[in-house]
């Protein structure tokens, strides 16, 4: 009897947990075939984050049971204590800030052994050092905004109706002074988020962003309002939808954004999953449009640390952006 992916994905998830222990971290399958099975686990030793990609055999039988092999090849090794830079970019359009940051998905959790549950985990939004954008917040910013991340909606390529899972668990993450100086290289404390994506509803969406995932091309947008905006070069601090207005009183530094811009305590009002180019969900393309897209393109590409995307994709994925902040809700 030969099983369905999807029951042989788990399967080989529970065998994995239960070969490393539970209280070992998390194991994520990532990929498999017949024969073989590719995983990740994740744990932490003290304040050291770790995580290993392995490659292993495996038999099935007809009741489902797994037995796996003993040589267990490293296939991408990684130790670090340190975490990566956030390689995340802000558009603003429309009176709208959107925060976009890189993704990846993992089909199993440990928290909840649930199959029929696609995960989405991803970073953004770094505080004490400002963007291209000149957007900066503080660590006690984010303090502020990370419980506003959890329990919000998670839509596809920001269609406000077609909502796919929710933002499950968030976090502000602070390196440790150790991590810092292992990074070599800044790093500043940033907010992470994890979202539950509903498989047995969207099985065609859950597929697109494993897809994705796995080429590098999935990414979290999230739109977020502030209570105040401060003004870098000393001019004060205006509301929110003063800014967006433009008001009077609202000084040029800030209007034409001349200066670093502090957005002070920060509201999330939910995310999306953004997956061009690989499915058609840019519908609603027009000229316009496309040439707004290219033209931010070149600043949020180096703001995201210049993901390896060909120009092309780069650019639809901002219209995807752009097309959120001109009449879309998160």
């Known amino acids: 009897m030969k099983h369905s992916a999807d029951d042989t994905r788990s399967y080989l998830a529970w065998a994995l947990r239960n070969a490393h222990g539970h209280q070992e971290g998390h194991v994520y399958v ?42 267990v090849e490293e296939v991408r090794p990684i130790h670090r204590t340190a975490y990566q830079p956030v390689r995340a970019f802000l558009t603003e359009v429309n009176g709208k800030t959107i925060l976009t940051g890189p ?39 984010l ?21 796919i899972g929710a933002i499950a668990e968030s976090a502000l993450v602070r390196p440790t002074p150790l991590q810092v100086e292992a990074a070599n290289e800044l790093t500043q404390p940033y907010i992470a ?28 947008s999230m739109e977020c309002i502030s209570e105040r905006v401060h003004c870098g070069e000393g001019c004060g601090a205006y509301s ?30 939910g995310g999306a999953a953004i997956v061009p180019p690989i499915r058609p969900g840019w519908g609603d393309a027009n000229a316009e449009l496309v040439k707004e897209a290219a033209s931010h393109a070149e600043k949020a ?23 959120y902040a001109k009449g879309g809700q998160a």
């Open 30 to 71: 990532r990929d498999f075939h017949d024969g073989w099975v590719v995983y990740e686990r994740e744990w932490m030793v003290g304040d050291t984050f770790n995580e290993e990609t392995l490659r292993r055999t495996y038999t099935i039988d007809a009741n489902g049971e797994v037995t796996l092999g003993d040589d």
């Open 103 to 141: 993704a990846n998905a993992l089909l199993e959790k440990a928290m909840t052994g649930h199959p029929s549950v696609l995960w989405m985990k991803g970073r953004f939004v770094g505080a004490e050092q400002a963007n291209r954008n000149g957007a900066l917040w503080t660590t006690g910013d």
């Open 143 to 163: 303090e502020m905004g990370e419980p506003s991340v959890k329990f919000g909606p998670l839509n596809w390529l920001h269609s406000e109706r077609h909502i």
């Open 193 to 220: 988020a994890a979202s539950a994506i509903w498989r047995w509803i969207w099985p065609q969406e859950s597929a697109v962003i494993e897809q994705a995932s796995d080429q590098g091309k999935l990414w979290y």
């Open 240 to 269: 929110y939808i003063d800014v967006v207005k433009a008001s009077e009183q609202v000084c040029d530094h800030v209007k034409q954004k001349q200066t670093t811009r502090r957005f002070e305590n920060p509201t999330f009002l």
């Open 301 to 323: 590409y180096e703001q995201a640390g210049q993901p390896d995307m060909k120009s092309s994709e780069w650019e639809l994925l901002m219209g995807q952006v752009l097309s």
